[in-house]
């Protein structure tokens, strides 16, 4: 059994439990261990880019740390694993910006990035392998028109998030395939949902998650998956459209047989 | 013009925004296009010219979704979000106090709102 380094965020352990709770059921039984590190901490939720600032990066360098011995840290919400990959890649590039995290946190050497971070899907994708869990598949979707919806924090930056295609990736759809069921590609699968604006302006907010669900609804989709809390909730409060909205952990335990009840 | 400013804003930023064509791909693809007064085009010219001011001081800095599809895309890698992220940083410190309050926050609240939004907004918004 692999062991991995579980960041399960802020979100993961409060609004979004199905996230949390079907990703670790599910890796459980592919074989994967993952183990969360004591007293993490929020990872700061927008990753700021600006060159001189480092008190706000400290919290993901502290979750970086944590996984240092470990095969790899392991996010599951999008946000999470853009912050937390963002302060890697640039604190790898940036020696100053090493000394100055090396000082505030009082290490006795230096952070350079070192450690590997996946998303879960990169996970199902490299270290299990889509076959392999395709054969391990009792329930699939069989069927069933999903579409994915990768939203901005999975693919960008992509210089510094190396998930996928940012304009055409196939992670998700490859997913689907593998529990069975048939990928709908439609054109604002990579745009914002509208993001954190929806505490300043719904209206914004509902215009960006509208124009993402009309154009999976148009595509043909019965339901659409995502891999962030804040997307799920603006796709599902905000956009006045009933089509169905799940997390991507929710449709793979059930496809490996984990989960009881049928949202379909 | 501040030079101190704008030199400010140059290494804050890390870009380069000489080495904009006008092309217009930034703003184009911006999904907060409708809500800006200044596009991410503009933040790129006028920071270029030296008009930090007027940007300072509009609205269309907390428009941003920090999406990175302006970055993503642009054809010159010019990375006009690191150049808008770098204005709202001046401007947030220069105001001395975060754009959100806390007193804001609970009216905005719903039962389903994840806490990654309220976090982002107001790590966003303050530094």
Known sequence: ???????????????????????????E??????????????CGGAYTTATNEVATKLSAV??????????????VCSACHNVIKQTNYDISRNESMQNKVRQYLDLGEAYTGDTTVYHYLEMLRDVVGFENLKSKVVKPFKGKKIAAYYGCLLLRPSKALAMDN???????EDFIKAIGGTPVIYAQRNECCGGYITLEDKNQASKRSGAVMDSAENAGADMIITACPLCLYNLKKNSGSSLPVYYFTELLAEALGLKEDSNE | MNKNLKDWIDITSGVNVRKCMRCGKCTATCPSYNEMEYHPHQFV???????????????????????????????????????????????????????????????????????????????KYTK
């Not at chain 2, 300072?56 to 992220?85: D, G, H, M, Q, W």
């Not at chain 2, 410190?93 to 609970?106: D, T, W």
């Open chain 2, 45 to 123: 010219y006028m920071v270029e010219r030296g008009e930090i001011e007027p940007l300072i001081n509009s609205e269309s800095l907390y428009k941003c979704l920090t999406c990175f599809v302006c970055v993503e895309r642009c054809p010159r890698n010019v990375e006009p979000a690191k150049v808008v992220e770098a204005v709202r940083l001046a401007a947030v410190r220069r105001q001395g106090k975060n754009h959100l309050s806390a007193e804001q926050i609970p009216p905005a609240l719903d039962d389903d709102m994840p806490q990654q939004a309220i976090v982002t907004a107001f790590r």
């Open chain 1, 166 to 172: 940012p304009e055409n990736p196939s992670i998700m």
């Open chain 1, 1 to 27: 059994m692999q062991t991995f380094t579980y960041y399960p965020g802020c979100t993961l352990r409060t609004k979004a439990k199905d996230l949390d709770l079907y990703a670790r059921v599910s890796a």
């Open chain 1, 29 to 42: 039984a592919l074989g994967i261990s993952l183990v969360e590190p004591e007293n993490w901490q929020c």
């Open chain 1, 62 to 75: 502290r979750t970086l740390m944590a996984a240092k011995d470990s095969e790899g840290l392991i996010t």
